[in-house]
């Protein structure tokens, strides 16, 4: 597929602030043994990675504004802007564990556009564009198109969701917790993840993830007590 001028400048600012990521992520491994050390590091790892994609990106479109997920900005009262997680999975990253990655998403009259996500350990990109369907790597992918819950791999943003189900032993081992939500969902579009769960889901601070699942044919669900979310195919909705 060849690349808007829209993610070619999201994943090129990904693909800068990922040597930062992948510099530090090895020297955090040196330092595991003092808390304290670990969290300036990570600090400032994170402060850095965030000046840098400010930089970039609004280098190349002046006219966007940008915000990062945890500035809880509302959505509708901004026109045209990035909004960026700059690490999804801060605890993995902050361990030494290599599942966490960098996103961005663009938004224009309240509406996502465009997003990317890069996992800089794996060296994947994923994006994609309104209608356009989504992509890793240049190839188009798309969501499992399983809707046997016994044979999926089930996966909470959080293990107290664990309480919302009623788990038989045979299904038990399908449900994992991994730590990025922006990862979680980038292999859920991927058809790796059958089925994400998340309890209150946030669309903001999830809106990368969750256009790039839509536009890998995906949906969101949310069950009719509204206890919890979930994204995934029309085929697992259809048979849960």
């Given amino acids: ?20 990521l992948r510099r530090d992520f090895s020297e955090l491994e040196k330092i595991q043994n003092s808390k304290q050390n670990i969290e300036k590091f990570v ?31 509302k959505i509708q009262q901004n026109t045209f802007f990035f909004l960026v997680d700059p690490v999804s999975g801060v605890k993995n990253y902050s361990h030494g564990i290599s599942y966490f990655a960098s996103s961005i998403v663009l938004i224009t009259e309240g509406r996502a556009i465009a997003s990317v996500i890069y996992d800089p350990i794996r060296d994947e990109m994923f994006f994609a564009e309104k209608g356009k369907g989504a992509y890793l790597n240049n190839s188009r992918i798309r ?9 999926a791999l089930l996966v909470l943003e959080s293990i107290d969701l664990i309480n919302f189900f009623n788990i038989r032993n045979e299904v038990y081992e399908s449900f994992r917790v991994f730590g ?60 849960y």
């Fill in 1 to 20: 597929m060849t690349q808007s001028s829209n993610i070619r400048v999201m994943s090129s600012a990904l693909l800068k602030v990922a040597k930062i």
């Fill in 43 to 73: 600090f400032k790892s994170i402060e850095n990675i965030k000046e840098s994609l400010k930089v970039d990106l609004l280098k190349a479109r002046s006219d966007a504004e940008l915000f990062f997920v945890e500035e809880n900005v």
């Fill in 143 to 151: 969501v499992s198109s399983n809707n046997k819950r016994n044979r």
């Fill in 180 to 239: 990025s939500s922006s990862l979680d969902l980038a292999n859920t579009a991927n058809g790796k993840i059958d089925c994400y769960y998340s309890k209150n889901f946030n669309l903001q601070n999830s809106a990368a993830g969750l256009f790039l699942v839509k536009e890998a044919g995906g949906v969101l669900h949310e069950d009719k007590y509204k206890r919890y979310s979930m994204i995934t195919n029309n085929n697992m909705i259809a048979n």
